[in-house]
Nanobody, 126 residues
Framework: VQLQASGGGLVQPGGSLRLSCAAS????????IAWFRQAPGKEREGVSY????????YYTDSVKGRFTISRDRAKNTVYLQMNSLKPEDTAVYYC????????????????????WGQGTQVTVSS
């Protein structure tokens, strides 16, 4: 099982980035993918989640209306489209999955996930 996160970079406030999480060893059709982020000196926080079975999507309040999570079954990849970026979005972004059922109550809990990508840096600055 591997997750490869990519797509980070430096962008000005108000700009956009699209992060990718390429999965191998399992299908994103059947297992969830969550995006987390961690800023310096802060705890890792959940950002967005897409369920494996019906593709339901969830967002933390601070990114609702700005971020969109989606998946490409043919590429076995999950994307996080980030628009209207703010300096407070600056962080290392990670994708994660787990093969046990994830509940709404625990989807934002980092220790709930067994498999993690390596992280990609997103910096929003003028």
């Amino acid at each position: 099982v591997q997750l490869q996160a990519s797509g980070g970079g430096l962008v000005q406030p108000g700009g956009s980035l699209r992060l990718s999480c390429a999965a191998s060893g399992f299908s994103v059709d059947y297992y969830p993918i969550a995006w987390f982020r961690q800023a310096p000196g802060k705890e890792r926080e959940g950002v967005s989640y897409i369920s494996g079975n019906d593709g339901s999507t969830y967002y933390t309040d601070s990114v609702k209306g700005r971020f969109t999570i989606s998946r490409d079954r043919a590429k076995n990849t999950v994307y996080l489209q980030m628009n209207s970026l703010k300096p407070e979005d600056t962080a290392v972004y990670y994708c994660a999955t787990d093969f046990e059922p994830v509940t709404i109550a625990t989807m934002w809990v980092p220790w709930r996930y067994d498999y993690w990508g390596q992280g990609t840096q997103v910096t929003v600055s003028s």
